[in-house]
Structures are given as structure tokens and as C-alpha cells.
């Protein structure tokens, strides 16, 4: 039941990401990034599984659950680590640009309407 419910959020987190990365704004672009990144980190660990226990609590006898892989957590926060990083970077750079041009507007970057 929980994969089915973290199933439907992801499904609305992909569609927002996606809204937002088709708008003209370059800050919703670069939210909508975001948003899509961290869902697919969701959707990483949604895969890695929930049961298991930990795999220092696991003991080495056979008759107990096998332990959650940590190797999918450790890969998902270290790319939400480096998503956190280039986030800010996008937002410094847009921030640049709206001291340059004094817009963010896409359309009235690119010089057609």
C-alpha cells in the first residue's frame, strides 16, 4: 500500500516539475528541476524497498529479514547533496542574469515574442 501511495505523490511531483520547467520564469524553470530531481530521488528509494532491517541491526543468522540495501540510500543522498549544490548555483546565475538584463522572462531574454 505505501508503494502504491508514493507512486501517485511521485506521479504529481513529476507533473508539477514538468509545469514548471515549461513556464517562462527562469526561477520556475529552475524549481521545476529541482522538483524532478528530488522525485526521482523519492522514486529511488521507493525501489530500494522499505522492509529489512538495518544492516548493523541485522545480526548474521539466517532466521531473521534480510537487511535494507544501503547503497541506495547512500547514492540518494549524496545526489540530493549535489542537487542542493547546483540548485543554488542555477538561482546565483539567474540572479546574474536579472542584474544584466532586468528580467528573468525567457522570452524577453532570447529577443522574440
Known sequence: MTEVF?????????S???YLVLRRDVV?????ITIISQ??????????GFG???PILSGHGGGGPAPTDPIVQALVLTAI????????LALVLTYRVY?????IDMYELGGSR
Open 28 to 32: 520556475r524553470v529552475v524549481w521545476g
Open 16 to 18: 508539477i516539475g514538468t
Open 52 to 54: 529489512g532491517l538495518g
Open 99 to 103: 542584474e544584466e538584463h532586468g528580467t
Open 81 to 88: 547533496v549535489i542537487g542542493f549544490g547546483t540548485t543554488a
Open 39 to 48: 522525485s526521482a530521488n523519492v522514486y529511488l528509494v521507493t525501489m530500494g
Open 6 to 14: 508514493l507512486a501517485g505523490i511521485l506521479g504529481v511531483l513529476f
